[in-house]
């Protein structure tokens, strides 16, 4: 189904290659970004995230405007370049940082990783047989570093992973998973909020929405809450496959699969890839079997607290894809409710003051990849991180001034929005910037190609 125009700004015409070469110079950018001191504050990731941000904003602003295509041989050789530094920054940096391996293991990772970097230029080929086998092939290499890393990773010594192990285990036995109870891990308490650690036991339960507890139920039985974490990446890139196909869309999936800290963000058991999952799958739905969109909308609604921003999205995406969007967007929210009311039932003041207090009573992080974090580190007396909230209106209301009303123009907009609200945050870290790289990824496998043209 295609969209009406809704005005002389936003036509519903692709822009023949423009958004798709933003998402994968963003995703490019923001895997340089968090390469960098794993995420955490860094100055030359400070100064790839400020461009990236500049990249997104263009690209929304011309999303609606019409130029000539770009030839997908052209982006299959600007992933090309990204992917040999991403391989390269592989080989030669620990994927994750409480990895106990021998000599031999470490002789396994990186046989496996020179592989896939072989296989990945394969999959860039246009011969379809050939890519496609290749592909598989990368998949598989996707597949097996990920176990490698859960296997000699078994237990890493961060919070999130405990609040997710041990919130399931909760839940099995009938047990509120947003009591308070869990131990401090740290030897300090400068990750929490004033008042939220007493006598080593820190003063609220499991810290995000219910659908991601749930998700990870699987995972936990089967020995690893993680295996949710390398399902959703691993499963994200087929998508971005199927929505694009050809070489584009295969590169698009190595990009996501092999940025330099994708690893790393499965070993520290980081929820955003089930974000970009469920957004990903909302895309394929979509364009398939648009009446079980709102669900699948509902679900990635209710994924994170971080995605308060997206219902005022959403309009972009439903907007001439839905005859009744409204209504769509409506059953979304009351799924996304849903989800949280039985738990809310549970423990009013247990499931308010884990999920929605929490967030308000984290402190501001000097170590954050963020403008006030870097303020911070110059010495100057910069802006407040409150600014991100009015930051990310601006930025909406931008987008719906002038981006196109597309799949690819609404996951730029989100990109946008995201980059800025984190950017703007008390706290910004590698995870939260993954997340952006898979709308961004996302972005380019979306944007529709005039074949008789791109070659």
Known sequence: MTSQATSKNV??????????????????????????????????????IAIAICVSAVSVFKSGVYIECIAIKRLCALLAVILGIQFVQLAITLPGIYIHASDQGWMVFSSISICAAFLTATCLYKESVFGR??????????????????????SPKIDV????????????????????????????????????????VLQFGYPYLPVALLAAIPGYLMG?????????IACTGLMFARLQPGPLGRGLAALYWFNPRTLFIIEQSWIEPLIVFCATLMVV???????????????????????????????????????????????ALLIAAGTCAPFFLWGPKAFWSSVISLQFAQPFRHDALSLPAFFYQIGIEGIHWGVAFPASVACIAFSLWRAARTVAGWAMATCLTYLVFFFCNKQAFCNYYFMIIGFACLAASTVKFNQNKSE
């Open 161 to 200: 992973y405990f609040f997710q192990r041990d919130s399931v285990a909760r839940l099995l036995k009938f047990e509120n998973p947003y009591a308070y109870g869990f131990a401090n891990i740290y030897s300090h308490d400068k990750y929490y909020g004033e008042g939220l650690v007493r006598n080593g």
């Open 133 to 154: 086998y290749g592909f598989a092939l990368v998949f598989g290499a996707f597949v097996f570093l990920a176990l490698w890393v859960l296997y000699f990773s078994p």
């Open 285 to 331: 739905l979509l364009s398939r079997y648009p009446r079980s969109v709102c669900w699948s909308a509902g679900l990635l609604l209710a994924s994170k607290q971080t995605m308060l921003w997206m219902p005022f999205l959403l309009p972009l995406l439903f907007i001439g894809k839905l005859k009744n969007w409204r209504r769509t967007g409506l059953v």
């Open 11 to 48: 036509p519903e015409q692709e822009d023949g290659g423009g958004l798709a070469t933003s998402g994968i110079l963003i995703a490019g950018l923001l895997g340089q970004a968090i390469y960098q001191n794993n995420g955490a504050f860094s100055p030359i990731g400070i100064i790839y």
């Open 224 to 232: 690893d809450i993680r295996f949710l974490m390398v399902f959703s």
